[in-house]
Structure formats: structure tokens, C-alpha cells
């Protein structure tokens, strides 16, 4: 129900966001930021009881919590540079775009580091 609600949210959106672009480009992308804003809040909060399932995944399976921690900071991550990459596409900045796309794939690599040092430490481990 959830989905149904900020999916008509962001269509009826989009015509006033549309006829901003026209006259104030600017407000135009004010407001599609704010739309977005309230939608990862949204977002956000249907997700606690979803973190609270996975923390018990991990829990169930022996895994230590800070490997549930990589993953949600690297969603995280990528969530952000979506919608960041996407704002700047809007404001007609494909450059300014690609360079947020290019920090968040370094900023997820930089994120998963911990966890690609453990795999491998755990890899040599089997090899010696």
C-alpha cells in the first residue's frame, strides 16, 4: 500500500514540476528535491522493521553484526548516489552527474574494504 501511495505522489508530481521547468527551472528542481526528500523519509520508515529481520538473519546464520553494517551503509550509498546523480541529470548537469556516480562507486568500495579484507583473510587462511 505503501508503494501505491508515493507512486501517486510523485505522478501528481510531475505536472506541476513539468510546468516549473518551463517558466523556473530552478523551483522545478527545489521541488523535485523536496519530493524526494519525502520520499526516502517515507522510504526509511517503512524499512525499520525490515532491519530488524535482517539483523535476526544475521544472528540466526552466526555473522557478526558489523558485516550487516557494510551492507547497509553500501545500500545506503548507492541509494544516495542515485538520487543525487539523478537531481543533477534534472538541473541538465550530466557531468556534474557522472561525477557523482563516480564517488559513490569509490564510496562503496571504501565501505565494503572491511568486508573484502576479511574474504580474503579468510581465503589465505584456507591456503596455508
Known sequence: MELLKLGALCA??????????KKTPEQALLL???ILA?????????AAPLLEELRLLFEQ??????YMAVLLRTTGAALVTRFCADLC????????????E???AIASLAIAMPLL???VGLL???FR
Open 32 to 34: 523535485t528535491a523536496a
Open 89 to 100: 541529470k534534472d538541473g541538465g548537469s550530466q557531468a556534474l552527474a557522472s561525477a557523482v
Open 102 to 104: 563516480t564517488a559513490g
Open 38 to 46: 519525502v520520499v526516502l523519509a517515507r522510504c526509511l520508515a517503512a
Open 124 to 126: 589465505l587462511g584456507y
Open 12 to 21: 501528481v508530481c510531475v505536472l506541476p514540476v513539468t510546468l516549473l521547468r
Open 117 to 119: 579484507e576479511a574474504v
Open 61 to 66: 546464520a552466526g555473522m557478526e553484526t558489523a
